[in-house]
T-cell receptor, first 115, second 115 residues
Framework: DAGVTQSPTHLIKTRGQQVTLRCSPKSGHDTVSWYQQALGQGPQFIFQ???????QRGNFPDRFSGHQFPNYSSELNVNALLLGDSALYLC??????????????FGAGTRLSVL | AQTVTQSQPEMSVQEAETVTLSCTYD???????LFWYKQPPSRQMILVIRQEAYKQQNATENRFSVNFQKAAKSFSLKISDSQLGDAAMYFCAYTLSPGTYKYIFGTGTRLKVLA
């Protein structure tokens, strides 16, 4: 049973560019959440997708957008990259909005470096 | 706003000994979940243990147990018989119950296990 998979594992971009990160949820899961983890910090919630709609959003600007596909996979897009966007981006999946005991399963993340 | 605080940036423990990691949180809600996640160098967050706020009994998972003090808003993790494989970053996390996966994480505690 494949867990949460993310691609790519590492990405280098320059300021002003746009980036797309991808996530495939754990088998049987239909809800995907994205987190940003800056170096030395805990993850911060970006947004959550369920039934192809953004259901909750954290305190992130509109430069951060997402999408969920019918097969439940998801993309995180960041436009007009800033140096401060350099971080590990984690995807987490779960089952349903209410979830099973509110447990999320995390992928290994995409390390984004903005130069 | 809910916050999670981990006041110990780094802890060390001898192999086979016991260590306790601290976590405090702030919320005005009465029903919520608390988690401890482990993040090894592979970057993937792994669930260690979970506590439902309405349960008085402290959660236990093999060598891992928590001391949940709801009135004090404290949620510490005790690791018994520490093993080299326990070395990792440990994050305390909070989420409202039910129906949301918006986790709020602390800044983490790096645990070193000495042979």
């Amino acid at each position: 049973d494949a867990g949460v998979t993310q691609s790519p594992t590492h990405l280098i971009k320059t300021r002003g560019q746009q980036v797309t990160l991808r996530c495939s949820p754990k088998s049987g899961h239909d809800t995907v959440s994205w987190y940003q983890q800056a170096l030395g910090q805990g993850p911060q919630f970006i947004f959550q997708y369920y039934e192809e709609e953004e259901r909750q959003r954290g305190n992130f600007p509109d430069r951060f957008s997402g999408h969920q596909f019918p097969n439940y996979s998801s993309e995180l897009n960041v436009n007009a990259l800033l140096l401060g966007d350099s971080a590990l981006y984690l995807c987490a999946s779960s089952s349903g909005l209410a979830g099973v005991k509110n447990i999320q399963y995390f992928g290994a993340g995409t390390r984004l470096s903005v130069l | 706003a809910q916050t999670v605080t981990q006041s110990q940036p780094e802890m060390s423990v001898q192999e086979a000994e016991t260590v306790t990691l601290s976590c405090t949180y702030d919320t005005s809600e009465s029903d919520y979940y608390l988690f401890w996640y482990k993040q090894p160098p592979s970057r993937q967050m792994i669930l260690v243990i979970r506590q439902e706020a309405y349960k008085q009994q402290n959660a236990t998972e093999n060598r891992f147990s928590v001391n949940f003090q709801k009135a004090a808003k404290s949620f510490s993790l005790k690791i018994s018989d520490s093993q080299l494989g326990d070395a990792a970053m440990y994050f305390c996390a909070y989420t409202l119950s039910p129906g949301t996966y918006k986790y709020i994480f602390g800044t983490g505690t790096r645990l070193k296990v000495l042979a």
